[in-house]
T-cell receptor, first 106, second 118 residues
Framework: KNEVEQSPQNLTAQEGEFITINCSYSVGISALHWLQQHPGGGIVSLFMLSSGKKKHGRLIATINIQEKHSSLHITASHPRDSAVYICAVGGNQFYFGTGTSLTVIP | SQTIHQWPATLVQPVGSPLSLECTVEGTSNPNLYWYRQAAGRGLQLLFYSVGIGQISSEVPQNLSASRPQDRQFILSSKKLLLSDSGFYLC?????????????????FGPGTRLTVL
């Protein structure tokens, strides 16, 4: 069993839809990261969470430490949001989910 | 501002050939440095991390090695590549964590090197 599980693996949405990507983990952590990987491979850090909720533009990330679960929400999705979203947990060392491939159709 | 560089961007190498990937960080000092590999269809796997010059920790036994000859330089090497070494290699850094302080907000990734071993 993987230490980090993401769902769904693949997601296709129409432009403007509200999107939710889920992450569950089984290890003790000091922080959870949401990452975005574009088709070229480059990875951008979106959020680091240790509790509660963070918002950046149309992106919202929440974490429930007791339930070992986090969600990434995208409001008013846009084709440029198409990417792979990766959940990573840990401290000095990270465990990574295999990612959720999101395609937003115009 | 801090930036992280990797080269080359893409590499095609025959089995058994040597490998050297380089990563450098600008705009910071004494960072933690990491090498990750992303194999096709799989998640990111931590290969090595370094908390200082000459200090390397290996997470996964393999035919790869890493070195940190300078504070902001991290090198990934192999003497003889295997087919299974193909993948996307990412270098990352984050500011050194001081005792008692919370983790940094982000772990910054380089642009990556796509390695194909034939």
């Amino acid at each position: 069993k993987n230490e980090v599980e993401q769902s769904p693996q693949n997601l296709t949405a129409q432009e403007g839809e509200f999107i939710t990507i889920n992450c569950s983990y089984s290890v003790g952590i000091s922080a959870l990261h949401w990452l975005q990987q574009h088709p070229g491979g480059g990875i951008v850090s979106l959020f680091m969470l240790s509790s509660g909720k963070k918002k950046h533009g149309r992106l919202i990330a929440t974490i429930n430490i007791q339930e070992k679960h986090s969600s990434l929400h995208i409001t008013a999705s846009h084709p440029r949001d198409s990417a792979v979203y990766i959940c990573a947990v840990g401290g000095n060392q990270f465990y990574f989910g295999t990612g959720t491939s999101l395609t937003v159709i115009p | 501002s801090q930036t992280i560089h990797q080269w080359p961007a893409t590499l095609v190498q025959p089995v058994g050939s040597p490998l050297s990937l380089e990563c450098t960080v600008e705009g910071t000092s004494n960072p933690n440095l990491y090498w990750y590999r992303q194999a096709a269809g799989r998640g990111l796997q931590l290969l090595f991390y370094s908390v200082g010059i000459g200090q390397i920790s290996s997470e996964v036994p393999q035919n790869l090695s890493a070195s940190r000859p300078q504070d902001r330089q991290f090198i990934l090497s192999s003497k003889k590549l295997l087919l299974s070494d193909s993948g996307f290699y990412l270098c990352a850094w984050d500011p050194i964590r001081l005792a008692g302080m919370a983790p940094s907000d982000e772990q910054f990734f380089g642009p990556g090197t796509r390695l194909t071993v034939l």
